[in-house]
């Protein structure tokens, strides 16, 4: 494929991906609105254990550590 083609490709192909976006349904939009609220609620549920396990492991490591310089 000869540079030229692959520039017009391209256009054609970034060109078709705006009108597809374009034409969105409105039931879609709705979706995948409901659908990244969904997830953002489950990231913030999930963050307080996130949070408890990485302050375990430090502790436990802090403690290791220090069980092993007073052998």
Same mark, same amino acid.
């Given at each position: 494929? %000869?540079?030229?083609? %692959?520039? &017009?490709?391209?256009?054609?192909?970034?060109?078709?991906?705006?009108?597809?976006?374009?034409?969105?349904?409105?039931?879609?939009?709705?979706?995948?609105?409901? $659908?990244?609220?969904?997830?953002?609620? $489950?990231?913030?549920?999930?963050?307080?254990?996130?949070?408890?396990?990485? @302050?375990?492991?430090? @502790?436990?490591?802090?403690? %290791? %550590?220090?069980?092993?310089? &007073? @052998?």
């Amino acid at each position: 494929m %000869k540079t030229r083609n %692959k520039i &017009a490709f391209g256009s054609a192909l970034i060109g078709a991906a705006g009108s597809a976006a374009a034409a969105l349904p409105t039931a879609a939009s709705g979706a995948f609105t409901t $659908l990244q609220e969904d997830v953002l609620d $489950l990231i913030d549920l999930a963050w307080p254990p996130a949070i408890a396990i990485t @302050v375990a492991f430090i @502790v436990l490591r802090l403690f %290791k %550590k220090s069980a092993n310089a &007073a @052998v």
